[in-house]
């Protein structure tokens, strides 16, 4: 009965989310050129009215209504704020954490935070300056950027297409992976003057960073060390309940959702804040439907998760996605093999004549870019099994390691109250200040005459264009 209660509030809030255009609360899709280039959160003010007319009592934490530089700033950080544009036309934001706090030593290295699906760049941030990691990596010195993928809060603005288009969300991690990563990581090392930089990635964060060095094999050579938190490209062993239904769901929900127009899915709402301080603060009776509603797909662990800070997530997170990025998880459980987006039955007109029945599978032989895989055996979403054959296929996998805490799951790497001392302090230790000693010294003897063009076709050759990803 407590599984189907989860399950009835999953689906109450997603009719929600998508009602919110006729709430007098929702922020109108009509406005300036730049609403979502410029959005910033709700404020108290916006939600004390509704709240009102409901006879709601609520006690907001200030967090709650904080942007990202806002938080950052807050905590006597120094924080910039960037944007740049992908090919297709897509406008991203990034945040900045520079090496300048007073107190701080520079270590001269930049590190990019990527997120995971349906989350932002106030994941990494969320937890403040005690626990979170964008704060940790500062003040060790680093140079923190923190991206933000097309379509979440962040990043929901593009050169000549709207949001209310269905063309805007016409796209899944793939896309995110070959075109946003790319820009954003051009843009970081330009403006920081670098030629490669560290990228740590949580979750669909992994996924795309796999993705774009085997699409894309040159920007291996842009990254010193990969660190994968959570790692997802194979899902067969995927524990979710609800990825499993939905998975053996997918063609029915994905005709219903395209029938009606529902390209976006989880998208941050007002409706959403006020549910999380009134429904989920600590001592309401509906809080356990709440936390045990995102337990039941990453993985139960109370001990982790910090009840007082619900509803300030659920103010940042989720940030919503296309349903594409959503479906092509699913892809992936119901084959067994990483595999690109599956248009069935047009993959031929995508792919070519050589896939009308299933996409191509992505070459992980050429992600040539050190990786470190950190996967837990509480993980729902990321089971050892996969990130076992993940390693194998990966063309450069130097370490797996397992969290010693058999509790932790898949949001304790970002939300997590012990994530610092569990995870952090080794990922500092044992990858990036290791992978800067090599660094320091392979660029130490390379010659003026280095020949990048050479070292790029080291990358693409002997390997076939048409790979397949059958078990060996």
Request: charged share 20%.
């Amino acid at each position: 009965m407590k599984v189907l209660a989860l399950l009835c509030l999953g689906i109450s809030l997603f009719d929600v989310v998508y009602s919110l255009p006729s709430l007098p609360f929702f922020n109108s899709e009509e406005g300036s050129k730049n609403e979502f280039l410029h959005s910033s959160p709700y404020s108290p003010e916006d939600l004390l009215e509704v709240r009102k007319s409901l006879n709601l009592s609520w006690t907001p934490d200030p967090d709650e209504f904080l942007s990202v530089p806002e938080l950052i700033t807050k905590y006597g950080y120094p924080v910039e704020e960037h944007f740049t544009t992908t090919s297709d036309g897509y406008i991203l934001r990034m945040h900045r954490i520079p090496a300048t706090k007073p107190g701080v030593t520079p270590n001269n290295h930049v590190v990019f935070l990527m997120h995971g699906v349906l989350m932002s760049s106030s994941d990494w941030i969320i937890l403040g300056p005690q626990k979170a990691l964008a704060y940790y990596l500062a003040d060790q010195g680093f140079d923190v950027w923190m991206g933000n993928a097309r379509g979440n809060t962040q990043s929901k603005n593009h050169t000549h297409l709207k949001p209310y288009q269905r063309k805007f969300w016409k796209f899944s991690w793939h896309e995110i992976a070959t075109r946003d990563l790319p820009a954003m990581i051009d843009y970081t090392l330009k403006v920081t003057k670098k030629k490669a930089l560290f990228h740590i990635g949580h979750s669909q964060g992994t996924t795309t960073f796999y993705v774009m060095c085997s699409e894309l094999p040159k920007y291996n050579k842009k990254i010193i060390a990969h660190v994968s938190l959570a790692p997802i490209a194979y899902m067969k062993n995927a524990f979710s309940p609800l990825l499993r239904l939905v998975s053996k769901l997918l063609v029915v929900p994905k005709t219903l959702l395209n029938l009606f127009g529902i390209d976006e899915i989880m998208a941050h709402s007002s409706l959403m804040q006020m549910l999380g301080d009134n429904f989920c603060a600590v001592g309401e009776r509906t809080e356990f439907l709440c936390r045990d509603f995102l337990f039941l797909v990453t993985g139960f662990d109370h001990a982790e998760f910090n009840d007082t800070m619900l509803p300030v997530f659920l103010a940042h997170t989720p940030a919503g996605a296309s349903t594409r990025q959503l479906y092509h998880y699913a892809q992936l459980f119901n084959s067994g093999k990483f595999r690109q987006y599956d248009y069935f039955p047009f993959n031929s007109l995508h792919y070519g004549p050589l896939h009308p029945i299933n996409p191509p599978s992505y070459n992980l032989k050429k992600v040539k870019a050190p990786v470190y895989l950190f996967y837990s055996n509480n993980d729902w979403l990321s089971h050892p099994k996969d990130v076992k054959t993940l390693c194998k296929k990966l063309g450069n996998c130097k370490a797996q390691t397992l969290v010693a805490e058999n509790r932790f799951n898949h949001l304790d790497y970002v939300w997590g109250n012990n994530a610092k001392q569990r995870i952090y302090s080794e990922v500092k230790d044992e990858v990036l200040e290791q992978s800067m000693k090599e660094w320091n010294l392979k660029n130490s003897l390379l010659t003026d005459e280095f020949d990048d063009d050479e070292e790029e076709e080291v990358y693409e050759e002997d390997y076939d264009e048409d790979y397949s990803d059958d078990e060996e």
